[in-house]
């Protein structure tokens, strides 16, 4: 029984950083594919950052590559998005995310194949 949790989310002026945090319970195959997706309203849920452990592989979704940084602490089930340069267009509610089954679609949403956090709302102001 996989439970996460997010943390780190806020309000910032266009320009600032965040560092969301993902930490797991429960037990999670070390190979599984885990990341992060963001929904905005009237949305569908979309793929941000995904890493493979076991290679390393990682996918970051064109709008954010340059600017979010996904990183593991292994040792702590944990994992992070660093994300730096916010824009506006950046507003969402995040959620992490690791494989079920070790099944991974990349930044495709496929949400009956993953388990997920709550969500942590990031806000960004212009």
């Known amino acids: 029984q996989v439970q996460l949790v997010e943390s780190g989310g806020g309000s910032v002026q266009t320009g600032g950083s965040l560092r969301l945090s993902c930490e797991a319970s429960?037990?999670?195959?070390?190979?599984?594919?885990r990341g992060w997706f963001r929904q905005s309203p009237g949305k569908e849920r979309e793929g941000v950052a995904v890493?493979?452990?076991?290679?390393?592989?990682?996918l970051y979704d064109d709008s954010v590559e340059g600017r979010f940084t996904l990183s593991l602490d292994k040792a702590k089930n944990s994992w992070y998005l660093d994300m730096n340069s916010l824009v506006p267009d950046d507003t969402a509610m995040y959620y992490c995310?690791?494989?079920?089954?070790?099944?991974?679609?990349?930044?495709?949403?496929?949400?009956?194949?993953?388990?997920w956090g709550q969500g942590t709302q990031v806000t960004v102001s212009s």
């Open positions: 890493i493979w452990p076991h290679g390393i592989t990682e």
């Open positions: 429960g037990y999670i195959h070390p190979s599984f594919c």
């Open positions: 995310m690791v494989s079920k089954t070790g099944a991974c679609f990349g930044l495709r949403h496929r949400p009956e194949y993953y388990d």
